[in-house]
């Protein structure tokens, strides 16, 4: 593997203030970006970042890594590096008196879990989404770092690590695309898979429908529930009025009959139901 020393020496590097190469020579590992560029949020981000750039506006050294066949594959850096190229074929960034524009990187020194670690914290100002980042874990998995080695490296729970592997892992291509466009939350959608498996998909679209274009929630998935404090607190109340009974009464039923009940339990019973039925509408 070459080094940058090597290449200061062939002139792949140049080295000012700073290392700098040949805008035309960073290359794009492919597979190795979490990112979608065929999101319009991806794509609109380049257009600012140029304008920006354009504008006067600086931006970081790019991290890249030296790449056997000539040039650099890019480690960090990606949007820059698209937006770059976009002024480039514009005719709108400074060029030398061959024609090459020079950009300003650093090294990156490290392995590939280091890698893809760095493009996942880096985010470049734009958040990765759910399943970009479950495709990083999947990464990481693959590259034999456990559950709970990811979780510390991310600063992350491992149920969150967990529930973002179910989820890219379920199969279920109409969940993701769901997600991704923001019709439910990557944590409903993985409890939704768990429960319905390969049904999830059908499970959300039906609940998205009944909810006239609006987030599907837990509430539109699962139906109308009790919440369990007040389901606690009708059992209470029942349980005092029961034990407002004497035990003779409650053995007879014709004594039951006549027994006069305690108004005030009874009203309290009352009111605790009626809660309980707005609850379900």
Request: proline share 4%; glycine share 8%.
């Amino acid at each position: 593997m070459k080094t940058f020393k090597e290449m200061r020496r062939t002139g792949e590097v140049k080295r000012g203030e700073a290392n700098s190469v040949r805008l035309g020579n960073i290359h794009e590992e492919p597979g190795f970006n979490l990112r979608d560029y065929e999101d319009p949020e991806f794509a609109q981000g380049i257009e600012e970042l140029a304008e920006y750039i354009a504008g006067g506006g600086q931006i970081p050294p790019i991290e890249v890594r030296p790449r056997e066949d000539g040039g650099v594959w890019l480690v960090d850096g990606h949007r820059r590096t698209r937006a770059l190229n976009k002024l480039f074929d514009d005719g709108r960034l400074p060029t030398d008196a061959s024609g090459d524009c020079w950009v300003r990187v650093e090294p990156f020194v490290g392995n590939d879990v280091q890698r893809t670690l760095r493009i996942m914290s880096s985010q470049e100002g734009q958040k990765l989404s759910a399943l970009q980042i479950a495709r990083g874990y999947e990464r990481l998995r693959a590259l034999n770092l456990s559950v709970s080695e990811i979780a510390a490296a991310r600063h992350k729970s491992t149920s969150h690590v967990e529930q973002h592997l179910l989820l890219l892992n379920s199969g279920n291509g109409d969940v993701h695309q769901m997600v991704s466009a923001g019709v439910i939350s990557p944590s409903l959608a993985t409890e939704v898979v768990r429960e319905h498996g390969e049904n999830a998909g059908q499970v959300i679209a039906e609940a998205a429908a009944k909810s006239g274009g609006k987030k599907v929630t837990a509430k539109s998935i699962k139906g109308p529930s009790v919440p369990r404090k007040l389901l606690d607190e009708i059992q209470a109340a029942a349980d005092r009025l029961y034990s407002s009974i004497p035990d003779s009464d409650i053995s007879d039923m014709a004594v039951l009959g006549s027994f006069e009940v305690d108004s005030s339990l009874l009203n309290d019973l009352c009111v605790l139901v009626r809660q309980a039925r707005e609850a379900l509408k």
